[in-house]
């Protein structure tokens, strides 16, 4: 690894930094230093920030990275409806906006989103895209995606992947909802519950996916019903429960507490819920686990009970709680890993214009 790509390496991981700072920890000379850093400016990958404070005699000139000398996007696909952002090269969601797609057009409808955000913010082609899937997604191909079976057909991927002339990765939707909540060091689980149900496994900041990409899949157990988990922990589940429609029920959901979800008819989704919860809870022992999606999200008035319950059911038990950004956790957790993307991309395209011993 050359000088630059250290630095960017360090600044990325530390913060601002300045120059002698930087020389001290890339264990390089200072002249050699300086010079990857003037590289680095000219380029537009870094930035110059105000003065650090200093520990002796003149203040510091600080240095950071430009996170807008690359945007990226991230994609959340769902049934009629994809929501794209773009965002920068430290992962931070700069906007959002929803977008209607249909059979075959979702290739075209993506295309269309990145070359009007791009355009918002005065970039030019966004780098990497990262998109959620409601589906396992093990490669190029995606399986067990019953709400959006079109995903499941290599023609359709094909056809995203020839509509998008950059960088493009697919994920399991509920995996990168996790990515967005998880800390450095803390292992965590993201439950969803919307449309569909899944669960998202995070060590640090690093995916578990496991050994075919279905780590996560409880929506295939059994409930006391005999029925699978996942017919319960939806939207329509739900609102076969309730005695609804799936249009019916949405609108009761509005608010932070809906109280239909306390209606002794939704007993048996709670019920699946807290199953769900001890499973996680004996098999992976998180520090965390994390509740959202477009039901999820609603269980406030729940979640002491949960909290409560597991406490009294297991040895030990997990801090529960609700997802900080509901609404966008997908969309912010794709634009993290397309951030990743783009960096790796910037860190080889520096191994290629600076030789590794041209700025020792």
Known sequence: ????????????????????????????????????????????VLAELGQGRPSVGRPPTLVNMNRRFRLVAGAEVDVGDVRVGIGDLHGDLIEQRSYAWDTGTLGVTLARALDELGAAHGAGPVHALAVGLPGVVRGPVVSHAPNLPELEDAATLDDLRRALPLPTSLHNDVNLAAVSEARPGESLAFVSIGSGFGVGITQGRELL??????????????????QNLEGVLSEAGLAALLGLTPDQLRPLLAGRDPAILGRAAARPFVDGLLTVLQILTLTLDPARIVIGGRIGRRLFTQLPALQEELRRTLPFAPELSIAQDPGGAVVQGAVQMAAARATTDLLDELSRRTPPDALA
């Open 1 to 44: 690894m050359n000088t630059a790509q250290q630095v960017i390496t360090y600044i990325r991981q530390h913060g601002p930094s300045s120059r002698a700072e930087l020389a001290r920890q890339v264990r390089r000379s200072k002249p050699a230093t300086s010079a990857a850093i003037d590289q680095l400016l000219q380029l537009g």
């Open 209 to 226: 996916t496991g050994h075919q990409g279905r780590a996560g899949e409880l929506g295939y157990l059994p409930d006391a019903r005999g």
